[in-house]
């Protein structure tokens, strides 16, 4: 069964950092590009980060550049956002998917919550 689980998320306050796993099962991670998607409330989706299958390049959002960090280990099936410097407006559900950066993602976890207030 494939199955991607995040972790990690909490309240923080501004300024602060937290570091997201996503943690896949019943695939091989390194055959997928993984992305992070957010979702605040009352809004759309959007497209976080990425990282590559084939070469681990990175992709960011202009709103999280030089602030997240996107990595995978790929002996632990995992791949991980280090989140720096947050502020409100990160605030949201956080998620994880398996498939193509800028294409399809045709696997997804069911997302954590991560909520920065002081």
């Known amino acids: 069964q494939v199955q991607l689980v995040e972790s990690g998320g909490g309240l923080v306050q501004p300024g602060g950092s937290l570091r997201l796993s996503c943690a896949a099962s019943?695939?091989?991670?390194?055959?997928?590009?993984i992305g992070w998607f957010r979702q605040a409330p009352g809004k759309e989706r959007e497209g976080v980060s990425c990282?590559?299958?084939?070469?681990?390049?990175?992709y960011y959002a202009d709103s999280v550049k030089g602030r997240f960090t996107i990595s995978r280990d790929n002996a632990k099936n995992t791949v991980y956002l280090q989140m720096n410097s947050l502020k409100p407006e990160d605030t949201a559900v956080y998620y994880c998917?398996?498939?193509?950066?800028?294409?399809?993602?045709?696997?997804w976890g069911q997302g954590t919550q991560v909520t920065v207030s002081s």
């Open positions: 998917a398996a498939g193509r950066c800028g294409s399809s993602w045709p696997y």
């Open positions: 019943g695939f091989t991670l390194d055959y997928y590009a």
């Open positions: 990282i590559s299958s084939s070469d681990g390049s990175t």
